[in-house]
Structure formats: C-alpha cells, structure tokens
C-alpha cells in the first residue's frame, strides 16, 4: 500500500500546468441609430441650443434625415392625434424659448437694475419724458384752438359789414365861458381798439387816418360875466328934465348889447356931466 500510494504522492505534488490566457474580446460593432433615436437625440439637441438662445453649430451642419416620404395610403387612422400631439410639442419649444429669451434679457439688464445711478437717470426720464407728454399735449390743444380761431376769422370775414368804430368820451371844457368871439371847444377823438374795416364788397373801406381823428364840439357858450366897473365908456349928455333950463344933465354907461353877465360891483351906474354937452 505504501509503494501504492507513492506514485499518487508524486502525481499530486506535480506543479498545475500554467493558465493560457484568453484571447481579448473583439469590440463590439457600434449600431446604426434608428430614425426615432435620431430624431430624440435632435430634438434634445434643438431644445439645449435653443435654451442658449442660438442653435449650435452642430446642429446647424448635420444632414437632414433621409428616406423617402411617406405614402398618403399608408397613413393610420391615430397620424392625425400623432400630428397633434407634434404641434403640442412645438407650441411648447416655441414657449420654452421665449421664455428662455425672457430671461436672456433680464440677466442682461438685472445689472443695469441694481446701479444706483441707472435707477436714477431712469426716474428723471419717466418725469422728463411725463412733461414732454403735457407739453406735447398743450401744444396740440393751443395748434387747435388756433386753427378754430383762423377759420372763425376766414368765415367772418366773407361777410359784407361797414367800417365801425366808436368815439372815445368828450374831454373837459377847457374855459367855464367865452370870453372872446368864439366860444371854448371840447373835443374827443377815436378809439382805436373798436375800430372795424370793413368786410366784402359793398361797404367802403375806412377813411385813412381814422385812428388820429378828432371831433369838437362848443361848450360854455355863454359870455363871461363882467365888472360893471371895468366899463368906461359912457354914452352922451342928456338933461334930467328938458323943460327946465336949470335942470341937471347926466351920463350912463355904455353897455353894449350882447349875450353876458354883468356883476355890479358899483353903484355908479350914471355920472353928472356939463349941460353944454347935452343932446337934448
């Protein structure tokens, strides 16, 4: 048993044979997309270019899909709810971007935002910009009245009126009473303010030189009154009594006669006087 078990001994003490290594796997041949794969990875593309606001230029350069169009035969009874649902897809990218534009925006102008002196000019441009508006406002209200006011004129002046005008009130007498032959003289003179020319083709026009003419009128016509004592003529020598050769002769004053006062401030309305110079 021992010879026996020696040959197995030396079987079993014998070295395992060395390990043959296997041969590398080949790599796997890469899988042509399928059309629906392509146009997932597309639309994945055109939805992260659009998020940037611009396509990339991958997507810009890559060829369109080929293959033939589909046949109108072919067409199921669900194309018409797969095209809906497609045009439900759009409408949402196009939201999407304008969103995404949206906020392009605003993360452009958020630092125009916070600075103070931005804030600043904006408020004096909305104020400055509110005046522009009134004045703009006023303006076009004043242009309007204006063209009212031209067209009023144009109508009135169509019309056929006389040259009106009106005189202004007499002015003070410039004496109480005439003291010579001709008596003061009050005047008065044109108001230039209510002057009026004449319109149309039937009246005349107004004379030249209205504005400066002037109108007079008497006033205080009576004579003024004089001093019996500053008359010193006296008329001739008459006898009180002519009958009576020892009776005495007189003159009086020689009033003339004429429209005026006399004020008596004498009493010496006659004198004696030498009878050889009596009249009578």
Same mark, same amino acid.
């Given at each position: 048993?021992?010879?026996?078990?020696?040959?197995?001994?030396?079987?079993?003490?014998?070295?395992?044979?060395?390990?043959?290594?296997?041969?590398?796997?080949?790599?796997?041949?890469?899988?042509?997309?399928?059309?629906?794969?392509? &146009?997932?990875?597309?639309?994945?593309?055109?939805?992260?270019?659009?998020?940037?606001?611009?396509?990339?230029?991958?997507?810009?350069?890559?060829?369109?899909?080929?293959?033939?169009?589909?046949?109108?035969?072919?067409?199921?009874?669900?194309?018409?709810?797969?095209?809906?649902?497609?045009?439900?897809?759009?409408?949402?990218?196009?939201?999407?971007? &304008?969103?995404?534009?949206?906020?392009?925006?605003?993360?452009?102008?958020?630092?125009?935002?916070?600075?103070?002196?931005?804030?600043?000019?904006?408020?004096?441009?909305?104020?400055?910009?509110?005046?522009?508006?009134?004045?703009?406002?006023?303006?076009?209200?004043?242009?309007?009245?204006?063209?009212?006011?031209?067209?009023?004129?144009?109508?009135?002046?169509?019309?056929?009126?006389?040259?009106?005008?009106?005189?202004?009130?007499?002015?003070?007498?410039?004496?109480?009473?005439?003291?010579?032959?001709?008596?003061?003289?009050?005047?008065?003179?044109?108001?230039?303010?209510?002057?009026?020319?004449?319109?149309?083709?039937?009246?005349?026009?107004?004379?030249?030189?209205?504005?400066?003419?002037?109108?007079?009128?008497?006033?205080?016509?009576?004579?003024?009154?004089?001093?019996?004592?500053?008359?010193?003529?006296?008329?001739?020598?008459?006898?009180?009594?002519?009958?009576?050769? &020892?009776?005495?002769?007189?003159?009086?004053?020689?009033?003339?006669?004429?429209?005026?006062?006399?004020?008596?401030?004498?009493?010496?309305?006659?004198?004696?006087?030498?009878?050889?110079?009596?009249?009578?």
């Amino acid at each position: 048993m021992d010879a026996a078990a020696t040959p197995a001994a030396a079987v079993a003490e014998q070295p395992p044979p060395p390990a043959v290594e296997a041969p590398p796997a080949a790599p796997a041949a890469p899988t042509a997309p399928t059309p629906s794969q392509r &146009s997932v990875v597309q639309k994945s593309q055109l939805q992260g270019s659009i998020r940037d606001g611009l396509p990339s230029e991958d997507t810009l350069n890559e060829n369109t899909l080929e293959g033939e169009p589909p046949n109108p035969a072919d067409v199921g009874e669900y194309t018409g709810q797969l095209s809906d649902v497609s045009d439900g897809e759009d409408e949402g990218a196009q939201r999407t971007a &304008s969103r995404n534009a949206l906020s392009t925006w605003y993360r452009r102008i958020q630092p125009l935002i916070r600075n103070k002196r931005v804030r600043v000019f904006a408020i004096i441009n909305t104020i400055l910009t509110i005046l522009n508006l009134i004045l703009f406002i006023g303006c076009m209200v004043i242009l309007g009245f204006l063209i009212f006011e031209a067209v009023e004129v144009n109508n009135r002046s169509q019309q056929d009126k006389p040259c009106i005008f009106q005189w202004t009130e007499w002015s003070a007498c410039p004496a109480t009473c005439a003291s010579g032959d001709k008596p003061p003289l009050k005047t008065r003179q044109v108001n230039r303010s209510s002057i009026i020319q004449a319109r149309g083709n039937n009246y005349k026009p107004c004379p030249k030189g209205l504005e400066s003419r002037k109108d007079y009128a008497p006033c205080n016509t009576h004579r003024c009154p004089i001093k019996l004592s500053s008359v010193t003529e006296w008329t001739n020598c008459f006898k009180k009594d002519v009958t009576d050769a &020892s009776s005495k002769c007189y003159q009086m004053r020689n009033l003339t006669i004429g429209d005026y006062l006399v004020e008596i401030d004498t009493t010496e309305l006659t004198k004696e006087c030498e009878c050889s110079l009596a009249v009578n």
